[in-house]
Every structure is written in C-alpha cells, then in structure tokens.
C-alpha cells in the first residue's frame, strides 16, 4: 500500500477531503471487499502520480458509517471526486487505473 494514499475517519474527513485546496478521489471501501481490493493498487499508482496536483483518500466503511451515510454509499467501491469541497464525479463499481485517471483529469 502505498504512502501517498491518505486514509479518512469520520473525524477528519472534513479536513482532508472538504477543505483540501487540490482535487480529492475519495475511495469508499471495506477489508472484505474484492473489487475494491482489485482497485487499490491504480488508486495507489495514482496517488503517486498525481502527487501535489490531487488526493487519493479511502475511507472504510465499516469504521466510518457516519461519512458512508453522508454520502449515500450503498455499495462499494464507490469512488467520488472533490472539489473545493463539493461532489465532481461519481464512480460505483470497480474501473480500470486510466477511467480513474480520467475522473481527476476532468477537475485539474
């Protein structure tokens, strides 16, 4: 796992994701679950690459419910991109690295 990708509580989400003055790819996620793992090493190559430009942050579900409900998430992975504190995009299901790339390439 990667360094680069942050990981969000219900705590301090706000201050993470909310008030972060450079776009924000939000991973809703849970240990248990496949597809997310399936996507876990293109958010990290991602985090890595769109250093300094964007945020890659993954908020477990399971730990986080207040933010999970927040945001509606019914099923995971369910992916969200921020800006200036406000929902860009939405992505429910597992993708490939390059449509993730393309979601965060749509707010720089």
């Known amino acids: 796992m990667s ?3 942050l990981h969000a509580t219900d705590a301090d989400f706000d201050r993470l994701v909310l008030a972060s003055d450079i776009p924000v790819l939000v991973d809703f996620w849970a240990p248990w679950c496949g597809p997310c793992k399936m ?6 190559q991602l ?11 993954k908020v477990d579900v399971d730990q986080n419910q207040a ?6 998430v019914r ?3 369910m992916l969200l991109v921020f800006k ?3 929902v860009q995009a939405t992505q ?3 993708v490939g690295k ?8 749509k707010v720089l």
């Not at 996507?39 to 990290?44: H, M």
């Not at 933010?67 to 509606?72: G, L, N, P």
């Open 39 to 44: 996507i876990a090493p293109a958010l990290d």
């Open 47 to 57: 985090a890595e690459e769109y250093g300094g430009k964007a945020k890659i942050v």
């Open 3 to 5: 360094n680069a990708v």
């Open 98 to 105: 390059a449509q993730l790339a393309q979601m965060l390439d």
């Open 92 to 94: 429910i299901g597992a």
């Open 75 to 77: 099923s995971i992975p």
């Open 84 to 86: 200036g504190g406000q």
């Open 67 to 72: 933010t999970a409900m927040k945001y509606h």
